[in-house]
């Protein structure tokens, strides 16, 4: 999943910000205090998406973050020493999109994170092998840790997310707790850039007082920034 994307696929996709396939039935917003369900009803079309589908969608997904002028800024300088000159990245899994390509890219410096339950996640810089983790996830075994808030940009696995940056998750806290600070303090910490297929971009998400709202959405059929 690390070649190039064919301009023509990129260019078949929408233009920044119409994202125009939203599905009614599944807002949360319609939901209020139901996101179980909503949850519940995402991550079982997620999981049933054909795997040439997830990569088709994950390949495209990762050539506009590399495209992101905040992305660009990271690579090729040469200079492994900067922790905050890295991206944090995750390991797609059960039809997530796949943003791991990134840790092929020369240049580019790609923290992993590693979970421990009830925990703030580490960010590792792998020194080898992915090893199985928690829930199934490949983490780094062996690495150079890198503080959570110095990263410059984070790309964020989600459930469900709307157009204000709202995000629901998995259910287990860690990204709200690792980038807590952020919610009172947002020029701080790193950019988050929430990465999800378009059919998990709904039309609103009720806020709840922990939620960290994210910077950008990135999907197969372009981006999204949020709305004030």
Known sequence: MSGQIPDQMLADAHPVGQHDHVDDQLTAGNAAGNVADVRT????????LPPDVVERHSATVVQRIRSLPEVRGLMGDGDQTMQGRALGAY?????????????????LRVGLPVTTSGEPLRFV???????????????????TDVDPMSLSVVLVPLVAADRKGNRI????????????????????GPLLIGVCHD????????????DVPLDLLVTEVGLIRPEA
């Open 41 to 48: 009803e995402m991550l079982a079309r997620r999981k049933a």
């Open 91 to 107: 390991v797609g899994v059960r039809g997530e999109i796949d943003p791991s390509a990134l840790l092929e890219d020369p240049g």
């Open 125 to 143: 810089v792998p020194d080898g092998p992915l090893v199985e983790g928690p829930f199934g996830i490949r983490q780094p075994g062996v690495g």
């Open 169 to 188: 998750g998995h259910g287990a806290g860690f990204y709200d707790r690792t980038f807590a600070p952020l919610a009172t303090d947002r020029p701080a």
């Open 199 to 210: 059919f998990q971009v709904v039309s609103e998400i009720e806020a709840r007082p922990w």
